[in-house]
């Protein structure tokens, strides 16, 4: 099993560094400047999941102290 853990990581290290050498994309998005409202969209959708699990962290808090009490 470890063998086949081995080659498959390996092949994923070799493949992803040969797909981020090539960087076409990246120039094109950085001189149409479309690169700041992809990051701007990430960094959204990352605050969005964020304030949403600290959310439900506080509501669960509260219904486990309820049932606590109860």
């Known amino acids: 099993m470890k063998p ?12 992803t560094e040969s797909i981020l050498a090539q960087g ?3 120039d094109f998005m950085r001189s149409t400047g479309k690169i700041y409202s992809v990051v701007a969209v990430v960094l959204i959708l990352f605050l969005v999941i964020v304030v949403f699990l600290f959310r439900l962290d506080s509501k ?7 049932i606590h009490n109860e």
Request: a neutral charge.
């Open 4 to 15: 086949n853990l081995f080659l498959t990581l390996s092949l994923f290290f070799l493949l």
């Open 24 to 26: 076409g994309a990246d």
């Open 60 to 66: 669960i808090n509260k219904l486990e102290k309820q």
